[in-house]
């Protein structure tokens, strides 16, 4: 019984009540542990507000300089326009003498008029006539869409903005329903032109273009409309303006002027001739 009385009346083991009485003693000296955390929460706030002034005192130091800079780089990108704009100017003055001494020379030789079937299909002749206009527009609300969706995966986020291939097929279905010059904008297209996006921007022979886009294409004007609509991508064009609310207007005009391509440059291909002996490659097995 005495043993069992002695652990009734001594539960904990006398270390553990040193223990307690050296921590209760310790407390009692020290800093009570609330005002503690205080203390840390106070002096981590002065340090964020003193990191957030210095940031805010940086930022109004740099703003001028930035400024500066900002408005050097839109002068320097003016001026860079406008000399680019005098040079192309310049080229156009030339190209045009050019093709009028060709014309001249061509026209002694008797071989005008195969030069001037030539500069028409290859774009090197500004031309005119009857066809047809087409604009092509973005969505009023760029974020409107369908159910279906006629373009696939998309590069552009905003399915209501008209996409580079969307201009392709329109392009191409315009081609293959008898037009016989094709213009975009102003930019008259050849077989050498590409049509593609860079970043959001649709260009045409790497010249950015804005919508609304503008499409020309000589042609039998009411034939060149009605094969266009018809065709697959007429109705690709259709299907955009019902599900992404694209906006697309077609008329028939009368008149029609197109300007020549700003390049036309072969660097690959050669002509063919009669003598020209055809050049084969021999394999090795």
């Known amino acids: 019984m005495s043993l069992l009385t002695n652990v009734m009346d001594h539960s904990l083991d006398d270390g553990y009540a040193e223990a307690a009485a050296r921590k209760k003693a310790a407390g009692d000296r020290g ?4 005002l503690r955390a205080r203390l840390g929460l106070a002096a981590g706030l002065v340090l964020a507000a003193l990191v957030v002034t210095v940031g805010a005192a940086q930022a109004r130091v740099a703003a001028p300089a930035l400024a500066k800079e900002r408005e050097e780089l839109v002068d320097r990108i003016d001026r860079e326009t406008e000399a680019a704009d005098e040079l192309e100017s310049d080229v156009d003055e030339l190209r045009n003498e050019v093709d009028a001494r060709r014309r001249a020379a061509l026209k002694q030789s008797g071989g005008s008029d ?3 079937l030539m500069g028409i299909l290859s774009g090197a002749t500004e ?3 009857p066809g047809v206009k087409l604009v092509v527009d973005d969505a009023k609300d760029s974020s409107a869409g369908g159910d279906g969706d006629p373009r696939g995966t998309s590069s552009f986020s905003d399915t209501g903005r008209v996409r580079d291939r969307d201009m392709q ?3 191409n279905g315009l081609w293959e329903s008898g ?3 094709v213009s975009i904008n102003g930019q008259r297209l050849t077989a050498l032109s590409a049509i ?3 970043g959001d921007a649709i260009l045409v022979d790497n010249r950015p273009l804005v919508p609304p886009y503008t499409v020309l ?4 004007g009411k034939n060149l409309s009605t094969r266009f609509q018809n065709s697959a991508d007429g109705l690709y064009l259709h299907a955009l303006q019902e599900n992404f609310g694209i906006r697309t207007a077609i008329s028939v005009e009368d008149e029609l002027r197109l300007p020549a391509a700003p390049s036309v440059t072969v660097r690959t291909a050669r002509p063919s001739t009669e003598s020209a002996q055809p050049r084969t490659e021999k394999g090795t097995s």
């Open 217 to 220: 294409a000589l042609g039998d």
């Open 179 to 181: 037009a016989e010059a």
């Open 31 to 34: 800093m009570p542990r609330t």
């Open 114 to 116: 195969r030069m001037e």
């Open 127 to 129: 031309v005119h006539g």
């Open 169 to 171: 097929r329109v392009v």
């Open 196 to 198: 593609r996006a860079a």
